[in-house]
């Protein structure tokens, strides 16, 4: 069952990319970002309360850091991918969120100052690589002339917003449940999202939806948020991160299915050619090390 709820849990994260594409033309991304978030916290606001006030001295005490985790992971990322898909395809914008645990290797050596290997050097630029292909559409002139798309300019600053959520959880209060704490997030969330949304529709707070955008609203608040991290919590604490980790890159193959499917996007060479120098720069700086550390376990056992 694990296993089941880990692929589905990457299922639905393609599907949220795939689904604000489809509606791109009609696509708010302030205005979804908020009313998802907004629709996710009334739906866990039941449970979530008790929690909340229970801690809410831990809270209070790591204001701070709990503040900019939630504008990061919730507030930013998803907003900046819904800017992103307004301009780019769906598959391109899954491709380069692919290269996300190198790019966390490099800020973890940058802010940190990790360590890092020759090999894992030589997979981080393999994997930058990868991501420069996809950006420049595979033309030199592209990259020359720095005549990006800025669809995937927002999906590059989405990455990065996603990578500094990342390292920041190393931050997070150990008093703090997942549950209480991806609750404040999303309640942060929504509160930095109001003013742009408001922003974004000229201070009106008159909604008028099409069916398609209510639905995909719907979807992107129950599935790919709140039925993933309940999904991928249980899946990490029955197999081990270590093992629940490389489901994450089952995304890009479930993207680009349901892109090519239901939005009848065509890849082309430097999609897999990109993709290609990602996940070989992913396994020479990363996924190599981990199943030797799999492997390892599994004889000691």
Known sequence: MPYLLLILTTLFWAGNFVLARAIYLDLQPFTLAFLRWTLALLIIAPWWLKRAWRLRQVLYDHLPV??????LGVAC??????LGVQYT???????MQSAVPVVILLLGVIFLREAVSPRQWLGVC???????????????DVLTGLDFNRGDLWMFLAMLSWSLY???????????????FFGFSVLVGVVV?????????????????????????????????????????HGVERLGAATAGPFIHLMPMFGLLLATVFLGERL????LTG???????????????????????????
């Open 66 to 71: 709990l503040t900019v985790q939630g504008i």
């Open 275 to 301: 993709v290609l120098l990602i996940f070989s720069g992913l396994y020479i700086a990363i996924l190599a090390q981990s199943l030797r550390q799999l492997r390892k376990t599994a004889r000691g056992a």
């Open 193 to 233: 999202l109001l003013p742009f949304m408001l922003w974004e529709r000229g201070g009106s707070t008159e909604l008028v939806l099409t069916e398609p955008f209510i639905w995909t609203v719907v979807y992107m608040a129950i599935f790919p948020s709140i039925l993933s991290f309940l999904f991928w919590n």
């Open 89 to 95: 395809q769906a598959s391109n914008a899954m491709l």
């Open 166 to 180: 990342t390292l920041s959880l190393r931050w997070k209060p150990a008093a703090l449940d997942g549950f209480t």
């Open 126 to 140: 393999l994997s930058l690589g990868g991501v420069l292909v996809l950006i420049s559409r595979g033309s030199l």
């Open 268 to 271: 082309g060479w430097y999609h």
């Open 77 to 82: 990322f998803n907003t900046l991918v819904y």
